[in-house]
């Protein structure tokens, strides 16, 4: 049963003409919630109380909000074919041993030892952040003098960067027309 309450399946379908299904509002929150525009926008608001979501009046903006939750939500959970196409190659020859990682912007390298690295790795990948945790550097650190294996998710997990920020880009061009006419405005 989901939970979201009556009333806001009654405004959806009353202003969309069609009743969303609980997975479309749930990956429609997911997109806005990662909009940069919406989080810098509302981010002191956002550290008192919880987020208040804008419900575009556009179905099609909803709808292609949704569609891109929904990316970024199998991404998230890892799965998809966009994995069978790492966007970072790891090389070098040793033990795979994670000592000290060591990113070079220049050569858009990360390194988990003196020997073995990535590559491919840009400044905007590397600097991600989520909770405010720079997420391939944590990863790293918090596994150092463990052995890096090929079906590590850390490989997933850069991919997962690379393509979460181009999807982000997306939401931002449609977040700004969600907020031209919302649901609340009519």
């Given at each position: 049963k989901p939970n979201i309450a009556p009333v806001v399946f009654a405004q959806l379908e009353k202003?969309?003409?069609?009743?969303?299904?609980?997975?479309?509002?749930?990956?429609?929150c997911y997109a806005i919630l990662?909009?940069?525009?919406?989080?810098?926008?509302?981010?002191?608001?956002?550290?008192?109380?919880?987020?208040r979501i804008p419900f575009t009046s556009?179905?099609?903006?909803?709808?292609?909000?949704?569609?891109?939750?929904?990316?970024?939500g199998q991404l998230h959970l890892l799965k998809g074919k966009v994995f069978n196409k790492p966007v970072a190659k790891f090389?070098?020859?040793?033990?795979n041993l994670i000592e000290k990682p060591v990113?070079?912007?220049?050569?858009?390298?990360?390194y988990i030892n003196k020997t073995q690295y990535f590559e491919g790795?840009?400044?905007?990948?590397?600097?991600?952040?989520i909770g405010g945790y720079q997420v391939l550097?944590?990863?790293?650190?918090?596994?150092?003098?463990?052995?890096?294996?090929?079906?590590?998710?850390?490989f997933k997990i850069i991919t997962a960067i690379y393509e979460t920020i181009n999807i982000q880009t997306?939401?931002?061009?449609?977040?700004?027309?969600v907020e031209i006419k919302t649901i609340s405005d009519q």
């Open positions: 202003a969309y003409g069609n009743k969303p299904t609980p997975e479309q509002i749930l990956y429609y990662y909009s940069n525009i919406f989080r810098e926008k509302y981010a002191e608001f956002l550290k008192i109380d919880f987020p556009d179905y099609n903006l909803f709808l292609q909000m949704a569609g891109l939750g929904e990316e970024l090389r070098g020859n040793g033990d990113f070079e912007a220049d050569k858009k390298c990360l790795i840009t400044q905007q990948i590397w600097e991600y952040h550097k944590k990863y790293l650190d918090s596994r150092k003098g463990r052995i890096l294996g090929h079906d590590d998710d850390y997306q939401i931002d061009t449609i977040f700004n027309k």
